[in-house]
């Protein structure tokens, strides 16, 4: 079965491009506004490396509770619950997937129009719009997708001195939850996405240890291997649920096989 038969489960569309923004292969309509859900806490991401790279801020300024970092914030190691402000853990002990940091990552960047401006003027991402809320609201185009997975690859030379440290796992020691996929020991992050590591889950087994994304409750995700530089995107409406825990491992398998490796 291939790949693109799987995907029409649950995909509106999807690609495989690489770093110069090379289309490798897609499926599906490229033009159509989708909700991004978490793959926003990308461009969040992205952002917030902008600022660090042209020294407006940097990722050790305080942000968060108390001892917390914007690092932390960014790779969901700041104690924050996952909706609310109240703490589940101290600094730096636990990974603990948490929207509710990313909103205030949102804040620090100036608040929802601000991000969606800066997306649009600094990033090129001209179909995007948001729903309103803080950490997860942004739609876009499958293009524009691309061209946050583009950037993530090493596409953009605002952030080619700063990218090694985000796409690194930032207190690599930590354990904790996937959403949906269970608890890994160690669960590495970086500063915006999941790192693959050692573990096996909704990243095929066969990609690199150091390949990273992101996915969203909408099925949208970004999954990058940086050493063949090309990156697999997504966009969809159908929530998360089952379905994916079943299906992504495979699909993402098949095509790092079939278009990246």
């Known amino acids: 079965m291939t790949s693109d038969v799987v995907s029409a489960e649950w995909a509106t569309a999807w690609s495989v491009v690489d770093r110069a923004g090379r ?24 952002l917030v490396g902008y600022d660090v790279a ?17 690092a932390h914030l960014l790779s969901h190691a700041s104690g924050l619950g996952p909706d609310a402000s109240a703490l589940r853990s101290g600094v730096g002990r636990k990974r603990i997937y948490t929207s509710f940091g990313y909103e205030l990552l949102v804040a620090f960047l100036g608040g929802v129009e601000n991000v969606v401006g800066r997306a649009k003027n600094e ?15 942004l739609m876009g185009t499958l293009e524009d997708v ?21 796409t690194a796992p930032f207190l690599p020691e930590l354990d904790g939850v996937v959403p949906g996929f269970g608890r890994f020991d160690p669960c590495p992050w970086g500063l915006g996405p999941q790192i693959h590591g050692t573990g ?16 969203g409750q909408s099925g949208s995700m970004v999954l990058a291997d940086p050493e063949h530089h090309r990156a697999l995107v997504a966009v969809s409406d159908r929530g998360f649920g089952s379905w ?10 098949a095509c790092h096989k079939e278009f990246i490796a």
């Open 23 to 46: 289309v490798v292969h897609s499926t599906g309509p490229r033009d159509i506004r989708i909700p991004w859900t978490s793959v926003s806490k990308l461009t969040v991401a992205l």
């Open 54 to 70: 042209a020294g407006r801020c940097a990722a050790t300024d305080a942000l968060g509770p108390e001892g917390s970092t914007i």
């Open 123 to 137: 990033l090129g991402l001209t179909s995007v719009v948001s729903d309103g809320s803080l950490a997860g609201g």
């Open 146 to 166: 691309e061209e946050v997975a583009r950037r993530w690859l090493g596409g953009d030379p605002v952030l080619s001195g700063y990218l090694p440290t985000m």
């Open 200 to 215: 096996g889950h909704w990243m095929g087994a066969n990609w690199p240890a150091t390949s990273f994304g992101h996915f």
């Open 244 to 253: 994916a825990v079943a299906t992504w491992p495979t699909w993402t398998s």
